[in-house]
């Protein structure tokens, strides 16, 4: 508190208001640069000082022209922000020259404030102007004091410039920090770093919006939520902060909050591409829960339309082609992607993930299946820790795989670069590995090698029983393989589910292929695929597959499978069991490549543990 109150007496505050003025200060700025100019009005009005700002201020109906031009002659002062974006807007130019205009003829004074690398045009090059190229979500420290004294024609007093260095070092340190934690994944110290009181976390969102994107990256939604309540009520009108919270509901899976949040900025005129972007992202899992196509369009079209309000913002440029492939659109998606191609090239990007994840999806939607294997490799080790976005990167990639017709050597080049798989020397660290995701695990278990006779009345039973769970917070555990009981993981993660699997180092020794459709892997060391020991012990595999699960059902199954089943009930934990035949003609071969008599009773042993046809226990 002492730091802030500092910092309140060293910022100059606004003198009085003279006659025929109404406002200290006027901002002039382009509609895509809002969320910075929010973050400047917050400051500006927590100092004191009355701004005019058009989105708070111009009644509907009014004359848009004249209202702008009454209020600027009602204004002792003005800052015109300047970027990249403002190069093609005659809006600006008319805007300077009006302040020029005033300036002349009396007292008014104004900065322009450079966001981006933009050049300045010529006619503003002489004016007053304040770099803040490096600070994407406000104003702050040195370049905001002198942002401040140069609306009152003052230098910086050495005080001043003593505490902004001060801010900048603190910043720039934090912003080191706060990678370094996320790297690690420590989404508690990002936490306790948050609840700094030094000014450089409190006098503006810079810091704290960076650790809430920190933490919703590595997967920590809930936690950024928390952080991002302090936020809002410190800066109620900031959209950063809203926006990230529309993100952070997303991740979590409460993708109607999200939508409401989105929705709700989207409706209030916020149509700055990122705003847009997320707000898609709602609708996209608005389809992927119920289905319905016209929820992917509108996704698809709102990530054009963000686009087309900023041509240089590949974000919504990639998402809007996308899209468009799920749409079955391909000639749309490919125009889209080249489009987003000439902005951000072919090569990788040094320490950015999501540039360099988006040049390989550019090349992943154009088909060129090892360059974009090869560029997302290199995006993952840019960013270790940020398992979330990876996450998103591989299931976005998976989807594009399935509409983009990949061979099946194709699509393991490709998702084979992402770090889905886990080795666990024993079974504890498998259960650590799965348990510390966080949901709740429900395992299915079966048969694998000899699939299932009636494969469509297995898909029928697993989705019977994936519709009890609550998908936001269900990870859907099997062996990890495609045959058989893998027949889960493709229907659990078009649901969305999350799905992880654990299987025993023989698949890798024997060179089984893994499925796709898993997410995380633990492969244990283990000298057999699963089931009892000699000594009546449960194997290293199956033990990880008991202890991991907080439900575990089984449909049909071997030996294996009755093994866990039977674990899973002796430690309390709730069991279900559907019967189900092995495949008769795939389990008569494996009898007679082993020398064994044809079996005649195709139900497996799981089905001996059960006496009804169907049974439940639960936990007591």
């Keep these: 508190m002492r730091e802030m109150e500092e910092w309140l007496k060293l910022a100059p505050p606004p003198g009085p208001l003279t006659a025929g003025h109404q406002w200290h200060v006027f901002l002039s700025y382009r509609s895509v640069e809002r969320n910075w100019v929010l973050s400047l009005y917050d400051i500006l009005t927590q100092l004191g000082y009355s701004v005019f700002m058009d989105q ?354 194709q699509v393991s080049r490709v998702l084979g670069v992402f770090p889905r798989v886990i080795h666990a020397e024993d079974a504890q660290l498998a259960v650590q590995a799965l348990r510390g995701i966080g949901k709740r695990v429900v395992t299915f278990t079966g048969y694998s090698g000899t699939g299932y006779e009636d494969p469509a009345a297995v898909r029928e039973a697993i989705a019977a029983e994936l519709s009890r769970f609550d998908r936001t917070n269900t990870l859907v555990c099997a062996g990890a393989t495609s045959e058989g009981i893998g027949m889960v993981y493709p229907l659990a993660l078009k649901k969305g589910y999350g799905t992880a699997g654990i299987v025993s180092s023989q698949a890798q020794r024997e060179g089984v292929r893994l499925s796709n459709e898993v997410e995380v892997i633990c492969v244990v060391q283990d000298d057999t695929w699963g089931g009892r020991q000699s000594g009546g012990r449960l194997s290293p595999t199956s033990q990880a597959m008991v202890d991991t699960c907080d439900e575990m059902i089984g449909i049909g199954g071997g030996l294996i499978a009755r093994d866990e089943l039977e674990e899973a009930r002796k430690k309390g934990k709730a069991v279900k069991f559907v019967p189900a035949e092995m495949n008769h003609r795939l389990a008569i071969e494996k009898a007679a490549k082993a020398g064994n008599e044809a079996p005649t009773d195709f139900r497996g042993e799981a089905h001996t543990l059960f006496q009804a046809p169907e049974q439940t226990e639960k936990k007591t």
């Design 56 to 409: 708070f201020v111009l009644v509907a109906g009014e004359s848009l022209t004249s209202s702008l031009e009454d209020n600027l002659r009602a204004s002792q002062a003005g800052i015109l922000v300047w970027s990249a974006r403002s190069e093609d807007s005659e809006w600006c130019k008319k805007e300077y020259r009006a302040f020029q205009t005033l300036h002349d003829k009396g007292s008014f004074r104004f900065v322009i404030s450079r966001l981006q690398a933009a050049d300045l045009p010529l006619f503003a090059q002489d004016s007053l102007w304040v770099d803040a190229t490096d600070q994407r979500d406000g104003p702050r420290g040195t370049s905001l004091l002198r942002l401040l004294y140069g609306l009152h024609g003052k230098p910086l007093p050495p005080s001043a410039v003593l505490l902004a260095a001060d801010i900048d070092e603190t910043t720039k340190r934090a912003l080191a920090r706060l990678k370094g934690l996320t790297d690690a994944r420590d989404a508690e110290a990002i936490r306790q770093l948050a609840q700094s009181s030094h000014l450089g976390w409190r006098s503006s969102t810079v810091l704290p919006c960076t650790a809430a994107q920190a933490l919703i990256s590595i997967g920590s939604p809930r936690m950024a939520l928390e952080l991002l309540d302090a936020v809002q009520a410190a800066f109620p009108q900031a959209i950063r902060p809203r926006q990230l919270r529309g993100l952070a509901l997303a991740r979590s899976g409460s993708w109607k909050e999200a939508k409401a949040v989105l929705g709700e900025l989207y409706e209030l005129g916020e149509r700055d591409p990122e705003t847009v972007g997320i707000y898609a992202r709602t609708w996209m899992d608005a389809y992927e829960a119920t289905g319905d196509r016209l929820m992917l369009r509108r996704s698809r079209d709102l990530y054009a339309e963000g686009f087309a309000k900023c041509r240089n913002d590949f974000y919504p440029g990639i998402n809007a082609a996308a899209k468009s492939i799920f749409l079955n659109d391909l000639d749309a998606g490919i125009e889209f992607a080249k489009r987003v191609e000439a902005l951000v090239g072919s090569q990788a990007r040094s320490n950015d993930y999501w540039h360099t994840a988006t040049v390989a999806e550019v090349q992943l939607i154009q088909r060129r299946f090892d360059v974009a294997a090869s560029l997302y490799e290199q995006a993952i080790a840019m960013a270790p820790g940020h398992a979330d976005d990876h996450r998103s990167s591989c299931k976005q990639a998976r989807r594009l795989l399935k509409h983009l017709t990949a061979t099946p050597e």
